[in-house]
T-cell receptor, first 113, second 112 residues
């Protein structure tokens, strides 16, 4: 039973560039949430996707956008990268829009130079 | 908006010592509460959860946590730690929707 998988594991970009991160949820899960974890801090909620729609959003600018596909996998896109976007980006999957326990992937480490 | 506070950023203790990590949250309504653990080089894993019922919940690896509603607290405990408990521990709260709000984490180092 595959857990949550994320790709790539590491990524280096320069300021102003755009990046796409990918997530495949745990088998049987239909909801994907994205979190940003800066060094030395706890994860911060970016947004949640369910039924291919963004259902809930945290306090992140519009430069952060996402998508969910019919197979429940998801992408996180960040435009116009800033140095402050350097962080570990975590994907979590769960079953159902609100009630499920969230299982986390290993994350994508993004470095913006 | 809800917030979560973990009182200790770093804890160092010896094997067989008891561990207690504090967690307080601010939110007036019904919440679900979680403790996640991140072992070195691994992903976040769920240690235990509280949804309703008995406020004393037991999780994996001998951990337990007590929900005290009047104190808005959900403290994590383990009577006797092992070297393998070295990890970072995160308390998290879920109120409305699917959003988890995490505390800043507590790094625990268990010396053999």
């Amino acid at each position: 039973d595959a857990g949550v998988t994320q790709s790539p594991t590491h990524l280096i970009k320069t300021r102003g560039q755009q990046v796409t991160l990918r997530c495949s949820p745990k088998s049987g899960h239909d909801t994907v949430s994205w979190y940003q974890q800066a060094l030395g801090q706890g994860p911060q909620f970016i947004f949640q996707y369910y039924e291919e729609e963004e259902r809930q959003r945290g306090n992140f600018p519009d430069r952060f956008s996402g998508h969910q596909f019919p197979n429940y996998s998801s992408e996180l896109n960040v435009n116009a990268l800033l140095l402050g976007d350097s962080a570990l980006y975590l994907c979590a999957s769960s079953l159902g829009e609100t009630g499920g326990i969230q299982y986390f992937g290993a994350g994508t480490r993004l470095s913006v130079l | 908006a809800q917030s979560v506070s973990q009182h200790n950023h770093h804890v160092i203790l010896s094997e067989a010592a008891s561990l207690e990590l504090g967690c307080n949250y601010s939110y007036g309504g019904t919440v679900n509460l979680f403790w996640y653990v991140q072992y070195p080089g691994q992903h976040l894993q769920l240690l235990l959860k509280y949804f309703s019922g008995d406020p004393l919940v037991k999780g994996i690896k001998g951990f337990e946590a007590e929900f005290i509603k009047s104190k808005f607290s959900f403290n994590l405990r383990k009577p006797s730690v092992q070297w393998s408990d070295t990890a970072e521990y995160f308390c998290a709260v879920k109120a409305a929707g699917n959003k988890l709000t995490f505390g800043g984490g507590t790094r625990v180092l268990v010396k053999p």
